[in-house]
């Protein structure tokens, strides 16, 4: 049996998309292990699944001053160690990095081990993680042209993101029975992510008087932030979090407001469904979703609304602008050929399985 290792961590987009290559990597055969941290979000989500984890210790790269800027290198040097030791143990054929920090002392660990080595990059511009881990890597996917050009010659390849299975499999029925909505008109989702975004909301809710007039309204806006006030508002649904619902919410979506994630965004472009990007501020960000957008608006993929311009009448008219020709943003997606990443990244995978014995 072929044996393969997933690592990546410190946030949640750096960890669904290894799972979901878990059902087409067990079709083609591979045993799975799984390396993170000790005390990461990707700990609580792999053990979910059922895969062996081997934590390690690793070490928070920052790009900010920090008094334990001082102490984490010691920590990414003792998890290179960490790293060596579950990867001579599982003796793996080939090894998949997401990135995060938890990356960087298995990608290492694994280069001098001569384990190949399969990296992704999600974002537009390389996170400091993969960075620092691309010059071991064999190959990097990654979701945008312009991410190319920004990677070590010869190493990358356009894939996009693993989806979720499910997320392709909704039901439009589902949905219209999930939200009560009668489907006579078209229905606007609005996802503000796991937290919710302040801003989205707020514009979102001021802007319903007119948008209620064409549109259904979904709204995930987040843990606590329901506004009761609202509830029974006619064309109206808020939710603070969906999960096993949200294929069924996709589904039934004709248009969709949503931060822009690399993970998120790229969701979107398989799901085929027409968005207005509203990117996390370059103040609360590295910049890394104003680039995400901007390439998806300049592929056709998506209506940009940056947050500095973000007001009732700015956010009615992008929606105006998205839905007023659809079906050419689902075409440009369409068109992308982007919709598969699951077969393009396992192709590359199984082209560059070591073959020989340690």
């Known amino acids: 049996m072929k044996k393969i290792v997933l690592t990546g961590g410190g946030s949640a987009g750096h960890v669904t998309p290894n799972i979901a290559l878990l059902p087409r990597l067990s079709e083609l055969g591979y045993e799975i292990s799984y390396i993170g941290s000790h005390e990461g979000i990707e700990k609580s989500l792999i053990e979910k699944c059922g895969l062996p984890y081997y934590p ?23 998890g290179v160690h960490d790293a060596r030791v579950a990867l001579k143990e599982i003796k793996p054929d080939i090894v998949f990095s997401k990135g995060g920090f938890v990356s960087v002392p298995v990608v290492r660990a694994a280069h001098e081990l001569k384990i190949p080595i399969v990296t992704h990059e999600s974002d537009l511009t390389p996170g400091l993680a993969n960075k620092l881990t691309s010059r071991s890597a064999d190959v990097i996917c990654c979701n945008f042209p312009e991410t190319m050009e920004l990677l070590p010659s010869g190493k990358a390849v356009l894939t996009g993101t693993p989806i979720r299975a499910e997320l392709m499999n909704g039901s439009r029925e589902k949905g219209l029975a999930f939200t009560g909505f009668s489907g006579k008109k078209p229905v606007l989702l609005v996802i503000g992510g796991s937290l919710g975004a302040a801003s989205i909301n707020t514009a979102v809710r001021e802007a319903l008087p007119e948008l209620l007039t064409s549109f259904d309204i979904i709204h995930l806006c987040g843990k606590g932030k329901l506004e009761e006030r609202l509830s029974k508002r006619e064309g109206y649904r808020q939710y603070e979090y969906i999960s096993e619902e949200l294929p069924d919410l996709f589904a039934l979506a004709d248009v969709v407001i949503s931060r822009a994630g690399a993970n998120a965004i790229c969701e979107l472009a398989a799901l085929h469904k027409p968005n207005l990007l509203i990117p996390l501020p370059a ?11 901007r390439s998806f608006e300049n592929r056709g993929f998506s209506v940009v609304l940056e947050e500095d311009s973000l007001t009732t009448k700015t956010l009615i008219d992008s929606v105006r602008k998205l839905a007023s ?24 995978i199984e082209a560059h399985v070591k073959k020989d014995e340690y």
């Open 325 to 348: 020709h659809p079906e050419a943003y689902v075409e440009a997606m369409r068109a992308s050929g982007q919709g598969d990443a699951i077969t393009k990244i396992t192709e590359i």
């Open 56 to 78: 390690i210790s690793t070490g928070k790269l920052r790009r900010y001053f920090d008094l334990k800027n001082l102490s984490d290198p010691f920590r990414v040097v003792k």
């Open 283 to 293: 103040t609360a960000s590295r910049g890394d979703q104003i680039l995400n957008a």
